[in-house]
């Protein structure tokens, strides 16, 4: 079993659809949980950062950690055709320096 | 400010061949990391530096290496490549590298082995 586990689709939805992204963790260890949208042929971008339990939203974007549930999830609201892009979650450990393990990633085309 | 840098952006080796990619991070952050990244595996973290030590380790073979100069950038090298090592090599940096920190990507190296 993977430590970190993400549906890698390919998801699509049409525009101005909410969009709803998983990933579910093994390890307790893990405490800090990002998003990263990658576009085709780019390297991942910073889109959230979360660390305790609960939502955090940034415009049409909310991240939610459910730490008991060992699960996260990425809401995207009033999906646009820019947001179509492979969104890998990536979580690290506590005195783990930068040693981050990443979901397979999530494909995702909004269609006008 | 400028992002992550990472030179050259595509190349192309033949088996055998070695190869050496760089990485220059935002200015100010002392930690990079080096990520393969694959469509069978995704991102695999390679090692971290900080203050021109290799502070971390992924599973990789030794052909594998990196350092870091005082300047804070980096250079990853593979010798003997394979054709397993076709892949997306990506540098990112952080302040320090420490608990919590943001990581911030660059473009990545596509590195093609024929």
């Known amino acids: 079993q993977k430590e970190v586990e993400q549906d890698p689709g390919p998801l699509s939805v049409p525009e101005g659809a909410i969009v709803s992204l998983n990933c579910t963790y093994s390890?307790?260890?893990?405490?800090?949980f990002m998003w990263y949208r990658q576009y085709s042929r780019k390297g991942p971008e910073l889109l959230m950062y979360?660390?305790?339990?609960g939502n955090k939203e940034d415009g049409r974007f909310t991240a939610q950690v459910d730490k008991s549930s060992k699960y996260i999830s990425l809401f995207i609201r009033d999906s646009q055709p820019s947001d179509s892009a492979t969104y890998l979650c990536?979580?690290?450990?506590?005195?783990?320096?930068?040693?981050?393990?990443f979901g397979a990633g999530t494909r995702l085309t909004v269609k006008p | 400010k400028a992002g992550v840098t990472q030179t050259p952006r595509y190349l192309i080796k033949t088996r055998g061949q070695q190869v050496t990619l760089s990485c220059s991070p935002i200015?100010?952050?002392?930690?990079v990391s080096w990520y393969q990244q694959t469509p069978g595996q995704g991102l695999q973290f390679l090692f971290e530096?900080?203050?021109?030590?290799?502070?971390n380790k992924g599973n990789f073979p030794g052909r594998f290496s990196g350092r870091q100069f005082s300047n804070s950038r980096s250079e990853m090298n593979v010798s003997t490549l394979e054709l397993g090592d076709s892949a997306l090599y990506l540098c990112?940096?952080?302040?320090?590298?420490?608990?919590?920190?943001?990581?911030?990507f660059g473009s990545g190296t596509q590195l093609s082995v024929l």
């Open positions: 990112a940096s952080s302040l320090t590298g420490g608990d919590g920190e943001k990581l911030f």
């Open positions: 390890n307790s260890a893990f405490q800090y």
């Open positions: 530096y900080f203050s021109e030590t290799q502070r």
């Open positions: 979360t660390y305790s339990s």
């Open positions: 200015s100010g952050h002392r930690s």
């Open positions: 990536a979580m690290y450990r506590v005195f783990n320096n930068n040693d981050m393990r």
